[in-house]
């Protein structure tokens, strides 16, 4: 079936009940900011929207153990009295976070389908809790499940592609992502983030497949587009993905007071404009973007929809 000229836009109503602490940045906030600026932009009456299923635990085993996935419902159980259960020192859970991180987990699966399946060309998840950081066997950096992980997994088994790419502009290292596939020859991982940062990682675990590029602090858009065209770009045109999911994370923004990179709308715009550009010619436009990080509201919101109005673009 040939890809409708449309984007999807998948949430769900669960992932702002999810709270970790009432001043944590990772907050419902962040997603009400960016429903405001996509619907006075106009944006919103443009996007086909969809809510998020429930992912299954069939397809959360693909990429997590099953300690994992038990330990998550036992913090739940324990959470289900009120009041939050930490994880570690960053990440919490409230009695409805794991239904919203089924929900977010569920949301990108959906995405991959809709868009394999030829009724939509890309998809943008605007989803919480975030899940690059999430590791096959440990929630981290207030990720509970990683949600791309999960899709791209959904992707190679139940619709048998042999090639996908993961593009990750978060300003952390999606460890998570490449603690899952960095042994996987199916999927290539290509990203930049600020170092040294947390998670402190990326660096021992390039390869070709694992195309990790580090950012020092104050570094503003040339340079990161300099690594996209250096780098990036180069590794994918050789890869050749039948389909890429993007771990958008926002939070490298030069208003992100979390970070240290300097980033502003137009390098979002503009690196969504490239990953088109790989897309229309090696995966039929095929593009599953997620949200991940981005902490700064007014900067989050007009970055998330500088990345939608491209590709929206025919």
Not at 198 to 211: K, L, Q
Not at 266 to 274: G, I
Not at 278 to 289: F, M, P, T
Request: with cysteine; charged share 20%; hydrophobic share 45%.
């Amino acid at each position: 079936m040939r890809p409708a000229s449309h984007t999807a836009f998948i949430s769900h109503p669960d992932c702002l009940l999810h709270e970790m602490d009432f001043y944590h940045p990772e907050s419902p906030a962040r997603l009400k900011a960016i429903e405001d600026e996509l619907s006075a932009s106009g944006l919103m009456d443009k996007l086909r929207r969809y809510q998020a299923p429930l992912a299954t635990v069939g397809q959360l085993e693909r990429v997590h153990t099953r300690e994992h996935i038990a330990r998550l419902h036992a913090a739940a159980s324990r959470a289900a009295s009120g009041g939050f259960v930490y994880l570690d020192p960053d990440t919490a859970m409230n009695r409805h976070s794991l239904g919203a991180a089924y929900r977010a987990a569920g949301a990108v699966v959906l995405a991959a389908d809709l868009v394999i399946e030829g009724a939509a060309e890309n998809a943008f998840c605007s989803i919480r809790p975030p899940g690059h950081h999430a590791e096959r066997g440990y929630p981290m950096g207030f990720c509970l499940f990683n949600n791309i992980a999960v899709a791209v997994a959904h992707a190679l088994e139940t619709h048998a592609l042999k090639r996908v790419a993961v593009v990750d502009f978060d300003v952390h290292h999606g460890n998570g992502t490449e603690d899952i596939f960095q042994h996987d020859p199916r999927v290539m991982m290509v990203s930049t983030f600020q170092h040294p940062f947390y998670p402190y990682s990326g660096i021992a675990g390039r390869s070709e497949r694992m195309v990790n590029i580090p950012l020092p602090a104050g570094s503003n858009g040339k340079v990161f587009r300099k690594a996209v065209d250096e780098f990036w770009l180069p590794a994918l045109e050789r890869f050749k993905p039948q389909m890429l999911f993007v771990s958008a994370g926002f939070d490298a923004h030069a208003d992100d007071e979390l970070a240290s990179l300097n980033l502003v709308e137009d390098d979002y715009a503009w690196v969504t404009e490239k990953i088109k550009e790989v897309a229309r010619a090696y995966a039929g436009k095929r593009i599953v973007s997620v949200l991940e990080g981005g902490y700064a509201l007014a900067a989050l919101a007009r970055s998330v929809a500088a990345h939608i109005e491209v590709l929206m673009k025919p």
